[in-house]
């Protein structure tokens, strides 16, 4: 079911999000995040990725679809290196505004599947970036809260 997603200053964005415990269902969390997805992306034609925290789900779930679907369950980043890039932020929950901000170039993540499985990925550029933004929203930062400084911000207009 398509939910609403939480907009900037909504108070339940900078929560911090609890670790998924084995043996939850979470099912309908998955489709959900899987609807809005793909509804936003319908509407805004953008949209990779979206953290459980911005449908008001305060669990470590984060679903990405670039050309796949892929759940990450209690997700863990690491970094192998300190070669940083600078990036146009945008986020569902502020979809009129871009941030610039710095990202790891690369980044490792652990997560679990929806079938408990233990699972490692690495990622560099553009899918790094993403999923460190996503992955602050499990912590409750929010790309205008990692703003270069304040001239870091700019609106777009979307159709």
């Given amino acids: ?12 964005l900078y929560k911090t999000s609890e670790e998924v415990k084995q043996g939850e269902d979470l099912t309908e969390l998955i489709q959900d995040l ?3 997805l793909m509804d936003y992306k319908q509407k805004y034609h953008a949209g990779r ?9 305060r669990k470590r779930v984060i679903y990405f679809y670039v050309d796949h ?6 997700p863990v ?12 932020d945008d986020c569902m ?12 170039q690369r980044c490792t993540i652990t997560y679990k599947t929806p079938e408990w499985k233990e699972e490692k990925m690495e990622l560099e550029g553009d899918l790094s970036e ?23 911000f700019s609106l777009v207009e979307r159709e």
């Fill in 130 to 152: 993403l999923l460190q933004h996503e992955y602050d929203h499990l912590d409750g930062i929010l790309a205008t809260m990692r703003a270069i400084d304040n001239r870091s």
């Fill in 77 to 88: 980043l690491t970094f192998p290196d300190e070669e940083k890039m600078e990036v146009q």
């Fill in 1 to 12: 079911m398509v939910k609403k997603i939480l907009l900037l200053g909504n108070p339940d």
């Fill in 93 to 104: 929950s502020f979809p009129n505004l871009l941030v610039k901000v710095k990202r790891y």
């Fill in 69 to 74: 679907a892929i759940t990450f369950i209690n």
């Fill in 34 to 36: 899987h609807d809005t």
């Fill in 49 to 57: 990725a979206i953290a459980a925290p911005q449908i008001g789900v």
